[in-house]
């Protein structure tokens, strides 16, 4: 009851309108209008959510960025103490050696130990590994000793005791010659604490962090890496690297207790720290971010503009289109209605409009037809009762023609003659004696076999032909001419009387619920390519011919899907032709609804 009174309503309200108003009415307010203020109000939701999970995002970045720094420290970290923790090797550069060959011994260990390892891992420039021994060689591979050369902007002498009265086993710093550098140290130590040497690893710095610093939040903020000492390792931020907090950008921001400073000029900072003691800091600019969401913003809102005004404008050409069509189908009405029925309406398009037009075209020429065709039905009307007489007159024609003669072949005594004119009247009079379709296998048996006896009588002893029928089915009924065309084309198409040994089959037998008729010969079989288009029906030459689909077709209208008709072939070897139907006790019908 409430949607007939809307319904009514809203015919009334609009009664007065045209066509054009109506659709360009309903359009706006369902369409335009909604879009519009859905577009403004997402809008303003979008922007509000952007802004409200700008630090969780931001958070969740800073998280994922530490857990990627701590998995890569701890790659570096592992190999360093392993190296420095390795009690062969503490056992081999402790010891004292009195000839060559056990330092030789020493050297190789060391080379097939640790050189292959550190392949491992990406970025390492120089792995070293510093002893005191007096009597053990350093190769300038992988053994050293601290001498007066460089190492890292400092004296390798000087770095050594400054590691060995470090408090920390394992440090991370950067090299004092370069700020793109970093060096990995780690103490030998043995059981009892006492250290025997340092392992020296260094990094190239942009293998190790460059992936977690290149370019963070899109330009919008930075990040760094602080470790223990207060000390910058690493940062996005090229300048800062290796400087101390305090003297850095960062130091204003550093040290709340929440982890999280927002300040005046819209710039937060989030930091992670991670299990070595490091944190992770990232100083980010939220009125950058939030710029650049208010400019998607916009372009946002210009593309719904855009699209809206497109949309208007298609719509009224569309409205121009149909109003302009429904006008010409009234004026082609009027032309009707005077009594022009030879009018037509141009049609090209294929909408529900096309439709009409081309219903209109129909009926219009329909329309003019009308008093032709019903003179014309009376005409043919007389036509068939006439072909029916004729249909009559023909088949006795024929007969009374090959009795006349029969009986002169008789009187000369030509047996040859007899036998090929009883062959033609049984042929004739089983394919011209009843007009109904419908026929027991007997005769359908019968009249293939007149036909056979008369190809018999043309090609003495050229084919020798087998049957196989079981009794029991002669009584069955079926359609005609379904064999007869099959055994044709063993004759006219597989050139039978050409082959040697020629050879012709029918077999017919009950299977089940069914009835199995074959045709089987060894003429000249059929190509691959042409068996496959005569199977599918798309076959074109004489081979398959009006023949075999007209077999198809009769099949499938008496008998629906359980009449099928298969064909097999080997070229120039044999054909085989399978007819099934149904078990037909009764006449068979028309399927009238397959058909």
Same mark, same amino acid.
């Given at each position: ?289 939030? *710029? /650049? %969401?208010? $400019?998607? =913003? ?11 005004? &497109? +949309? ?70 007389? *036509? /068939? %009762?006439? $072909?029916? =007489? ?11 023609? &090959? +009795? ?76 005609? =001419? ?114």
């Amino acid at each position: 009851m409430i949607k007939q009174s809307i319904e009514k309503g809203i015919i009334r309200m609009t009664r007065s309108m045209n066509l054009r108003g109506k659709i360009v009415l309903f359009y706006g307010l369902i369409v335009f209008l909604p879009t519009v203020l859905l577009a403004a109000g997402a809008g303003y939701l979008m922007l509000q959510t952007v802004r409200a999970n700008y630090i969780l995002t931001i958070r969740e970045a800073v998280r994922q960025s530490a857990q990627s720094i701590e998995f890569r420290k701890q790659s570096y970290d592992l190999l360093a103490t392993r190296t420095a923790t390795d009690g062969e090797l503490i056992s081999r550069i402790t010891r004292d050696y009195t000839d060559i060959s056990e330092q030789l011994g020493t050297v190789n260990y060391v080379d097939r130990s640790f050189l292959f390892t550190s392949k491992y891992l990406p970025g390492i420039e120089n792995f070293r590994i510093y002893h005191t021994n007096a009597t053990l060689v350093q190769d300038g591979g992988l053994l050293w000793k601290p001498e007066g050369r460089m190492l890292s902007g400092q004296r390798e002498q000087d770095w050594y005791a400054q590691r060995l009265s470090s408090q920390d086993n394992l440090v991370w710093t950067n090299a004092k010659d370069d700020r793109n550098k970093l060096v990995v140290s780690h103490k030998i130590l043995d059981s009892n604490g006492d250290v025997h040497g340092l392992v020296y690893l260094l990094l190239d710095y942009k293998s190790v962090f460059a992936e977690s610093f290149d370019h963070p939040f899109d330009g919008a903020g930075e990040m760094y890496i602080v470790d223990g000492s207060q000390r910058i390792i690493a940062s996005s931020e090229p300048s800062e690297i290796a400087t101390s907090l305090s003297s850095s950008s960062l130091s204003e921001y550093w040290g709340r207790p929440d982890g999280t400073t927002r300040t005046n000029n819209g710039t937060v900072l989030i930091t992670q720290e991670i299990k070595s003691g490091w944190r992770v800091g990232a100083l980010v600019h939220l009125d950058r971010l939030e *710029e /650049q %969401s208010r $400019r998607i =913003l916009y372009y946002i809102a210009a593309g719904i503009a855009f699209f809206l005004l &497109l +949309s208007v404008f298609l719509i009224m050409i569309v409205l121009k289109n149909i109003i302009w069509r429904i006008r010409k189908l009234g004026n082609r009405m009027t032309d009707i209605s005077e009594g022009y029925f030879e009018v037509k309406v141009k049609n090209r398009d294929k909408d529900e409009l096309g439709e009409l037009e081309v219903l209109f075209n129909s009926m219009s020429g329909r329309l003019g037809k009308l008093v032709e065709e019903h003179t014309e039905a009376l005409l043919k009307e007389r *036509e /068939q %009762s006439f $072909r029916a =007489l004729q249909a009559q007159i023909n088949p006795h024609f024929i007969y009374n023609s &090959l +009795s006349l003669i029969r009986w002169r072949a008789l009187d000369l005594q030509d047996e040859l003659q007899v036998r090929t004119i009883d062959a033609l009247t049984t042929f004739y009079r089983l394919a011209l004696g009843n007009q109904d379709n419908v026929t027991r296998l007997s005769d359908e048996l019968e009249h293939v076999k007149a036909y056979i006896d008369i190809q018999q009588l043309r090609y003495p002893g050229q084919v020798s032909v087998e049957w196989e029928v079981e009794p029991e089915i002669l009584n069955l009924y079926t359609i005609k =001419l379904i064999l007869q065309p099959i055994v044709e084309n063993c004759y006219l198409h597989g050139v039978i009387t050409a082959r040697k040994h020629a050879f012709i089959q029918i077999t017919a037998e009950r299977r089940g619920d069914e009835v199995r008729i074959q045709v089987f010969d060894n003429g000249q079989g059929i190509g691959q390519d042409k068996l496959e288009k005569i199977r599918s029906g798309t076959y074109s030459g004489t081979r398959n011919g009006f023949g075999m689909n007209n077999i198809r077709e009769r099949l499938a209208l008496y008998f629906g899907s359980g009449g099928r008709l298969e064909i097999d072939s080997a070229e120039d070897e044999w054909t085989v032709v399978t007819i099934h139907i149904p078990l037909c006790v009764e006449r068979p019908e028309l399927k009238k609804k397959e058909g």
